[in-house]
């Protein structure tokens, strides 16, 4: 998965970074990002910060007051229970783009994914 802003905790929408959706938002939203080699139909598998950590502190419960002789796997995933596709991204994104102008930017926010490098190539 790919751990994107803060769903709740500390608040919603936090983030202390520009790595990952935050940062394909950014650069959208200030007109740097102009194309995405990425299919639209793909699953993005995004999972808010606070759900792992949340998650970690749970195991970490469970295992002080429960332990076990063998050793447990968890797993922290989105795309099998509530798939997100990156159309759905692109398409919420824009519309957030358009909601929350900037204030400053280089070219007019927005962009599009590509599923072909020579054309991804020829759109930079």
């Keep these: 998965s790919i751990v994107s802003a803060a769903w709740r905790e500390p608040m919603p929408g936090w983030v202390d970074n520009l790595n990952g959706p935050t940062g394909i938002i950014a650069g959208a939203l200030k007109g740097i990002l102009r194309t995405l080699l990425c299919g639209r139909h793909l699953k993005a598998d995004l999972v808010p910060v606070d759900v792992p950590i949340n998650q970690m502190i749970c195991i970490a419960w469970r295992t002080a007051t429960k332990p076990s002789s063998s050793i447990i796997v968890y797993n922290c995933t989105s795309g099998g229970v509530n798939p997100f596709r990156w159309g759905d991204f692109e398409a919420w994104g824009y519309e957030a ?28």
């Design 97 to 124: 783009l358009l909601f929350y102008p900037s204030k400053e930017f280089f070219w007019y926010p927005g962009g599009s994914m590509r599923t072909n490098p020579y054309t991804h190539k020829l759109a930079q």
